[in-house]
């Protein structure tokens, strides 16, 4: 039911040829529409802006707000067609002096989470702030988060892996051992499953939130107790696009402490490793979309190709965002956009649907957050 | 309230999953794994085997298998069927003794039960070796058993309390007492070799010891009477008939009879040495048997020339002047001779031997004067050459099951027209109501054809697709001929042969189209042959196709094996499937899926490269693709680079055997360096075990990227008529899937009937489909708009199915090792998934979709996936909603082997190896279980004995009917008003149903209503009509039932 409504939605929204685009300045609006086939190069939309908002002398920056409520920057020809390909219908624009910028803005969830992401609340606060020149990273999505830190106990840590789009390897390897738990008998030794070794350079060790000898309690919310190291590693690598795994760290010291008991908790971790901490704290989110999930999931399916040679294997085979990139044509992107699209619609009903099936218990392990659900609750009611 | 009404659904489903879904191992077809023991009762016509694992079987007539399983996890060594009827003793290798009785369960069924055990207990420290017992002899009392010992004395136990009897044990001192001096001086006695009693006087027993010295003891004066002093090393003793004579066999291959009477330290009346005068190896067994014609029979095993026979494993038949060899392939085990004398008679009157080697049975018939070898029903091995695939295709109509028999009838020439001579019990197990064909491929390029219908897998047919080729082996026939005047006389017996002569030959793939009666069959070295069932001979050559899956990409180097050259000339095929096309792929890689569509006439076949599409009636290729990734060098260079890492894991499992056998060896050698070497060894193979368990264990995580390995090897490729391109115009589409994770789909245009050799076949690349998850497929099905599977080629135009629904929306699924997925068509866009690998970490090994009939509705049925994971687990996966029904554990996850052999069957039955030579059948489905229904009837007094209803000529052994069959109608639930028969229904129904399957139509017809499921149940009943006699209809209609489930 829910595939049946999204799809005609969002159908209906790419026949449109115009996006209508609304573009924000400090406390300005503009309106004005583009074509959504023949976007144009981004210098020229870069002047149109400066253009409509009478601020030809000035520096800035310009971000969009994305289908998944991410402020994420347009400042190429790439970044610029997908966000006018993403469009749904209305293309939000944010203009920034970059002087002003805040990039941490950048990123997942940041508009969802803030209402006003820009404005002239905080500007003041931002303005004393010690800028790092960071440049603004070329690809927007983020490589791993801290998630579901308001559900789980302090001991544990779940983070969350994004491997789309990152040509790093994941790069860890797990290991058999033994932990102990606390049961009705008292102490028992139990087999677990660690992290054995960190590959360098790899995803895992950049994140700097998974450890050698950290135990795997879960992986994207199916527990891993009396499971063969052969299944865990099967679902880690089928997982892989989007990997959650759920570890007991086995340094405890840098847990994230929650705000809610601060005050209360006498361990508050305050020693060498603060800007260890201070980095992961960045990462820390506390929700995920679902619709994030099933990005990866989405097959390339190349549909009537009656010259299969105009599509060359090797590009077919490479991975997604590489071929995304490398293929010039437009049109030809944006049809596979749609493709793309309209299957990550579908998948989301799918999972939805999956997920009634589990049964209660296994639901409240799974990662998924009551926001996330809440985005398709016309359908379910959990 | 939504969710209680739920609650109650969930409820009415698992109802629902009851009556479709039972997991079951119903029983083992083939020959048992390492046996080592036989035993035969001549009473109750029946024949034990044992086996190393523990387990022992109980066959009778064909179907009649009972099995009985050894708490300990040890050989079983030693087999006694004990003179009272119904039980047995068995001897493991850990020194105890087991006490089987044959029981009636509630049912009605025999079954075997262990009454209690023993284990033989000498002084306090005394050495073991006082009570290793080294034979057994139940008396024919029924009150005692005689247990020889290592230490060379005979221990008395009594039966069935199995306490000893301390005063009746023959100790040495007591033999030797009356022994001359000259021979005592000379040694101790030795172990314990033989115990014999006189066929004539249950009072005298014969004891022979190891060194040679044999006695008769007087079990009621308790002492020694006779002393033969041999001077041979003792091997076994035998009694002749009238107990007037005794034989003797030795270690340096020699016999000597003895004659007994009042003469107490007789001489040898003669002395042989069958196979001298050079030094020959021991006879461990042999036995006298007399006839009517008083030349009597001797059977020995072993005894053949050391230096140029001694590997031969022989039984030699002594009768008169004539004389043979029989020549096994493996390890004889043990021997015994079926007679018809009755105990009564003076003469033995051999009609069959019964000879169980290592890997085979053989049974050889005595009465006929060139001594053939008899058609086993059962216990055939099947790895008489090392399966390499199996095929399972359910419901042969009627027509090609009768071809494939008459075809199969003229390969058995040879073999004696005797019934199988062993045919006790009788069973119960309703008629196989379908007849369905196992397939089983040969490392040595044959195909084995199995009637898997019922309980005993009977070979049918044996196909060759050697003499296609040209190969090493052609002129080494004239070797095999004997000419007659050759010493010894060997004759090679059995079929077991495991040395393949060019593996290239080994059949990989098996395709049969029951309708058409075409046959595909691919192998190792990338040939693909084309067959049709003919039943004529004859000489004909085979075009050969070279399809070159590279397509012309020079780069690439296959450094794997050359391909097998076909034969230029006309080649002379049997009648029975002959090769009419043969395609050879370049690189010659293993063929590695396999799929023909009889209707539109094409062939397709995929390797490691890519896959080719191939029309048998143009004999011409249609359309080859390459689906290699260019930096998978791997692919490139064949099979060698894998080889290591088998090597590799094969030396490691050795090493683990190793350790395990050096553990539990049976009779430990005593003092000696070679136990302390042995010894030694086994501590190293253990450290070296250790180590390997030490090194941590660690597995990478990584995503799978489009780089690795083997991604362009096809795993799967399906034929469909479908909405491949166009939502309204269905078309011929062929579905290739690969161990990336990409789908290929290719629209076909087969021309119309009329210029269907004129016309070229194409096909055009429709889609293609990348999985994100790039694992594997092993499977593609396409359904139809109301979810069901689209049937098979030429199914719906014989009526035989309900044709498809092709104006639904027909949906692809797409099973891959890690997920399921139903993508629409033919816009392809996922519309349901199930991620098995994400869930549960098990990865999927085999799929087929079957039909699930509940046992309780007759007109309920299911379609379901059939999943076999890398765990061993079997799942039914429902469609098209892909959701978990239920999960059996099924195959221990270590036994790779028997993972990768399973097929499963289209009415949710399966197969799989647990062994090189049996197979194992399961079944999920409630409804179709095949499982053995024997009764052996154990009378108080002797009076009818089975075998006296023994019917002389071939064909179907009926059986008086008892109550149990009635009972075992009950507990399928069944209709309990029409099993009321009388005495005889079940001989008349058999009769019946036999009648029936010969007959044409009427099968058809049952087919068809079997197939159309979701017809009314009532006409269904309407099988009473094919028996005239209306007495019967009780019984008929519940076999029917147990066949179509009427209510």
């Keep these: ?220 919310g199916i527990e891993v107790m009396g499971k063969t190291l052969d299944q865990v590693t099967d679902m880690m690598i089928a997982n892989s696009h989007n990997l959650i795994i759920t570890v007991k760290p086995v340094n405890q010291r840098n847990n994230v402490i929650r705000s809610s008991r601060m005050s209360g908790s006498s361990g508050h971790s305050n020693d060498s490793t603060t800007s260890h901490h201070s980095l992961s704290s960045t990462h820390m989110m506390q929700n995920y979309n679902p619709e994030d999930e099933s990005d990866e999931e989405a097959d390339i399916i190349i549909e009537g190709t009656d010259d299969p040679q105009s599509i060359p294997f090797k590009l077919l085979s490479s991975s997604f965002t590489t071929s995304r990139t490398n293929i010039g044509n437009l049109s030809q992107r944006l049809q596979k956009e749609l493709a793309f699209n309209d299957s990550i619609r579908e998948n989301k009903g799918n999972i939805l649907k999956t997920l009634t099936a589990i049964k209660a218990e296994a639901r409240h392990s799974l990662a998924l957050s009551r926001g996330g659900i809440e985005e398709d609750g016309t359908v379910i009611t959990l | ?537 004859v000489d004909q050559a085979v075009p050969c196709t070279l399809v070159d899956i590279l397509q012309d990409q020079d780069t690439f180097k296959w450094k794997g094996h050359e391909r097998l050259n076909p034969h230029e000339d006309l080649v002379h095929f049997p009648a029975g499937f002959q090769p009419f096309a043969l395609v050879q792929c370049q690189p010659p890689a293993v063929v590695t899926s396999l799929a023909l569509h009889s209707e539109w006439k094409l062939v397709t076949f995929g390797t490691s490269h890519g896959f080719g599409l191939y029309d048998y009636q143009q004999k011409r290729t249609v359309m080859v693709r390459c689906t290699l990734h260019p930096s998978d060098q791997l692919a490139l260079e064949g099979p060698l680079s894998r080889v290591k890492s088998i090597k590799k894991s094969l030396r490691q499992s050795f090493r683990r055997i190793r350790g395990t056998r050096a553990s539990g060896r049976k009779r430990p050698v005593h003092g000696d360096g070679a136990a302390k070497v042995q010894e030694a060894n086994a501590r190293m193979d253990r450290e070296a075990l250790n180590e390997m368990e030490l090194a941590p264990v660690q597995r990478r995580i990584e995503a799978r990227s489009a780089d690795d390995s083997f991604t362009g090897f096809v795993r799967s490729l399906y034929f469909a008529d479908s909405f491949v391109r166009d939502g309204s115009y269905h078309e011929p589409s062929l579905w290739a899937g690969t161990n990336g994770g990409t789908v290929f789909a290719y629209a076909i245009h087969v021309p119309p009937v009329e210029r269907r050799m004129e016309e070229p076949v194409t096909a055009a690349q429709a889609k293609e489909i990348q999985l994100m998850h790039r694992a594997p497929v092993v499977g593609i099905f396409i359904l139809d708009g109301r979810g069901v599977l689209l049937p098979e080629p030429l199914e719906a135009a014989h009526d035989l199915s309900k044709s498809p629904d092709m104006h639904g929306n027909h949906m692809l699924l797409v099973v891959s090792e890690e997920q399921f997925k139903i993508f629409t068509l033919p816009k392809v866009s996922t519309k349901t998934k199930l991620k098995l690998t994400a869930l549960e970490g098990s990865r999927v090994r085999k799929v087929s979709v079957a039909n699930f009939n509940s046992s309780r509705a007759d007109d309920y049925s299911e379609n379901g996936l059939l999943v076999l994971t890398n765990l061993g687990d079997v799942q039914v996966i429902s469609l098209p909603t892909l959701r978990n029904q239920v999960r059996y554990e099924c195959i221990r996850k270590e036994d790779v082997s028997g993972i990768a052999s399973c097929v499963f069957t289209k009415s949710g039955q399966g197969f799989y190896l647990i062994s090189p030579s049996e197979f194992e059948r399961f079944s999920v489905s409630s409804k179709w279980v095949v499982e053995p229904r024997c009764v052996i009837d154990i009378d108080e007094g002797l009076g009818t004995r089975t075998s006296q209803q023994r019917i002389p000529q071939d064909g179907p052994v009926t059986k008086p009917n008892s109550g149990e069959m009635v009972q075992s109608q009950q507990k399928y639930g069944l209709n309990r008003q029409a099993s009321i028969g009388s005495e005889g229904d079940g001989k008349k129904t058999v009769e019946i149903m036999e009648h029936a399957l010969l007959n044409d139509e009427r099968v058809l017809l049952e087919i068809q209503s079997t197939l159309e499921s979701e017809s009314a149940s009532a006409d269904r009943l309407s099988f009473g009509h094919l028996n005239r006699n209306s007495k019967n209809v009780a019984g008929v209609q519940s076999q029917g039932q147990r066949m179509m489930n009427g209510d």
Excluded at chain 2, 285 to 291: D, F, G, H, V, Y
Aim: proline content about 6%; glycine content about 8%; hydrophobic content about 35%.
């Design chain 1, 1 to 220: 039911m829910s595939k049946s409504y999204s799809k005609s939605g969002s159908l209906r929204g790419f026949e449109r040829v115009a996006v209508e685009v609304k573009s924000k300045f400090g406390a300005e609006f503009r309106r004005f529409s583009l074509c959504r086939y023949k976007p144009g190069k981004f210098d020229e939309f870069y002047n149109l802006i400066l253009h409509t908002h009478n601020i030809s002398n000035m520096d800035v920056l310009i971000g969009y707000a994305d289908v998944h409520g991410d402020l994420l920057p347009i400042n190429n020809n790439d970044n610029f067609c997908k966000a006018i390909s993403m469009a749904n219908p209305l293309l939000r624009i944010f203009v920034q002096r970059k002087e002003e910028v805040d990039y941490d803005l950048f990123g997942t969830d940041s508009l969802t989470r803030k209402k006003k992401p820009l404005g002239g609340l905080r500007t003041d606060t931002l303005r004393k702030r010690v800028h790092l020149t960071i440049s603004i990273p070329q690809d927007f999505r983020p490589v791993s988060s801290i998630i579901d830190v308001d559900i789980l106990p302090e001991t544990h840590r779940r983070v969350r892996l994004y491997k789309h789009g990152c040509e790093k390897p994941l790069g860890f390897y797990i290991r058999d051992g033994t932990s102990v738990r606390v049961t009705a008998h008292g102490l028992e030794k139990v087999p677990g499953i660690f992290i054995s070794r960190l590959v360098p350079g790899g995803l895992a060790e950049s994140t700097g939130l998974l450890a050698v000898n950290d135990e795997v309690l879960e992986v994207n």
């Design chain 2, 1 to 537: 309230m939504k969710r209680f009404r739920r609650h109650g659904n969930e409820l009415h489903r698992e109802r629902i999953k009851q009556d479709l879904f039972q997991f079951n191992k119903t029983v083992e077809h083939g020959f048992p794994h390492q046996p080592s023991a036989l035993a035969y009762s001549p009473v109750l016509q029946l024949m034990a085997i044992g086996s190393r694992s523990g387990a022992f079987k109980i066959y009778g007539a064909p179907e009649v298998e009972i099995m009985g399983l050894h708490e300990e996890n040890a050989a079983v060594t030693q087999i006694h069927f004990l003179p009272e009827q119904g039980q047995l003793v068995t001897l493991l290798d850990d020194n105890s003794l087991h006490l089987w009785k044959l029981k009636k369960s509630l049912d009605g069924l025999s079954i075997l039960k262990e009454e209690s055990h023993f284990d033989l207990r000498g002084q306090p420290g005394a050495p073991p070796s006082v009570t290793t017992i080294t034979v057994v002899l139940p008396h024919s009392s029924g009150d005692v058993i005689f247990l020889g010992t290592e230490g060379g004395c005979v221990f008395v136990v009594e039966q069935p309390s199995f306490r000893e009897q301390e005063e009746r044990t023959i100790t040495q001192e007591a033999v030797l007492q009356n022994v001359p001096d000259d021979y005592r001086s000379r040694r101790s006695l030795g172990s314990v070799e033989a115990l014999q009693e006189n066929p004539r006087n249950p009072h005298q027993i014969l004891v022979g010891y190891s060194r040679g010295l044999v006695i008769l003891w007087d079990l009621q004066a308790n002492q020694a009477t006779h002393h033969f002093l041999g001077d041979q090393q003792l091997e076994s003793v035998a009694w002749q008939r009238d107990g007037r004579q005794i034989i003797s066999s030795h270690s340096d291959g020699s016999f000597y009879q003895w004659p007994v009477s009042n003469d107490r330290l007789p001489q040898p009346l003669e002395k042989s040495v069958p196979y001298g005068p050079y030094p020959c190896k021991a006879i461990p067994k042999i036995i006298w048997l007399a006839t009517k014609q008083r030349t009597p029979f001797i059977i020995f095993k072993g005894g053949m020339p050391r230096a140029s026979y001694g590997d031969r494993h022989c039984v030699s038949v002594l009768h008169g002047s004539k004389q043979i060899a029989f020549d096994f392939t493996s390890r004889v085990i043990d021997f015994f001779v079926v007679d018809e004398g009755g105990s009564e008679s003076d003469c033995d009157d051999p009609s069959a031997l019964l000879v169980l080697a290592e890997e085979e049975l053989v049974a050889i018939d005595l009465k006929t004067p060139s001594w053939p070898v008899i058609q086993s029903p059962y216990l055939i091995p099947l790895h008489c050459s090392a399966i390499t695939c199996s095929h399972h295709v359910s419901n042969i109509p009627i027509k090609l099951w009768e071809r494939i028999i008459a075809a199969g009838s003229k390969q058995i020439t040879h073999y004696s027209s005797k019934p199988w001579p062993i045919d006790g019990g009788y069973s119960t197990a309703p008629e196989p109501l379908q007849r369905d064909l196992l397939l089983t491929g040969h490392e040595d390029g044959t195909i084995r054809f199995w009637d898997a219908s019922g309980v005993c897998l009977k070979p049918l047919y044996k196909l060759s697709t050697v003499n296609v080729f040209v190969t090493d082996a052609d002129h080494n026939d004239n070797l095999n001929q004997s000419s007659e005047d050759e010493w010894p006389p060997l004759r090679k017996v059995g079929c077991f042969d495991p040395y393949s002569d060019d593996p290239r030959l080994g059949i990989q793939k098996i395709h049969l189209c029951k309708y058409s009666s075409y046959l595909a069959v691919a192998g190792t070295a990338g040939q693909v042959l084309v067959m049709e069932l003919n039943d004529e001979a």
